[in-house]
T-cell receptor, first 114, second 110 residues
Framework: DTAVSQTPKYLVTQMGNDKSIKCEQNLGHDTMYWYKQDSKKFLKIMFSYNNKELIINETVPNRFSPKSPDKAHLNLHINSLELGDSAVYFC?????????????FGPGTRLTVT | KQEVTQIPAALSVPEGENLVLNCSFTDSAIYNLQWFRQDPGKGLTSLLLIQSSQREQTSGRLNASLDKSSGRSTLYIAASQPGDSATYLCAVKDFNKFYFGSGTKLNVKP
């Protein structure tokens, strides 16, 4: 019973290509996130959606475009990939319950741009 | 702006030792603090969540404390085992979003 799933797990592509990463959660959470983890393991928030509405949009190049077709899905499309986009991308979800927000993460998508 | 710092960046201990990982944050206006574990090449696994009104949470050999006024949390691991080797991250949630520390990489030697 996977709570937060991402596809693909690995993605190797060339500079200039366009690629998408998909995320699904079956926890019934209202909020979903995309994070980027760089080579130094630092996690940086990119986007967050609450009930399909974009609520957080950090300073991310316009080449990155998230889409949430419904509460359970959040996809990330990247145009014109660059070498610096190589990283691990994590999807996460959370729900406000009992006075707190607990976040659950997917397994990550390792993107390598050559 | 919230900043989260974790010290030390890396820690190596012999099996069986008790150890403490530290997490500090600059803004005490938080909803909760969450500790995660990340194994190499894997996602983050939630270990413990402490609400802002709580002082500590326990799960097995893990105990997390929170001192909101001083902006500090500690993760105590009792009787460490080689299987505890991983990177441990803390994250605080404010009104807007989650903020992560850069993690402590723990190595428990057999």
């Amino acid at each position: 019973d996977t709570a937060v799933s991402q596809t693909p797990k690995y993605l190797v592509t060339q500079m200039g290509n366009d690629k998408s990463i998909k995320c699904e959660q079956n926890l019934g959470h209202d909020t979903m996130y995309w994070y980027k983890q760089d080579s130094k393991k630092f996690l940086k928030i990119m986007f967050s959606y609450n009930n399909k509405e974009l609520i957080i949009n950090e300073t991310v190049p316009n080449r990155f475009s998230p889409k949430s077709p419904d509460k359970a899905h959040l996809n990330l499309h990247i145009n014109s990939l660059e070498l610096g986009d190589s990283a691990v991308y994590f999807c996460a979800s959370s729900r406000f319950s009992g006075g707190s927000y607990e976040q659950y993460f997917g397994p990550g998508t390792r993107l390598t741009v050559t | 702006k919230q900043e989260v710092t974790q010290i030390p960046a890396a820690l190596s201990v012999p099996e069986g030792e008790n150890l403490v990982l530290n997490c500090s944050f600059t803004d005490s206006a938080i909803y909760n603090l969450q500790w995660f574990r990340q194994d190499p090449g894997k996602g983050l696994t939630s270990l413990l969540l402490i609400q802002s009104s709580q002082r500590e949470q326990t799960s097995g050999r893990l105990n997390a404390s929170l001192d909101k006024s001083s902006g500090r949390s500690t993760l105590y691991i009792a009787a460490s085992q080689p299987g505890d080797s991983a990177t441990y991250l803390c994250a605080v949630k404010d009104f807007n979003k989650f903020y992560f520390g850069s993690g402590t990489k723990l190595n428990v030697k057999p």
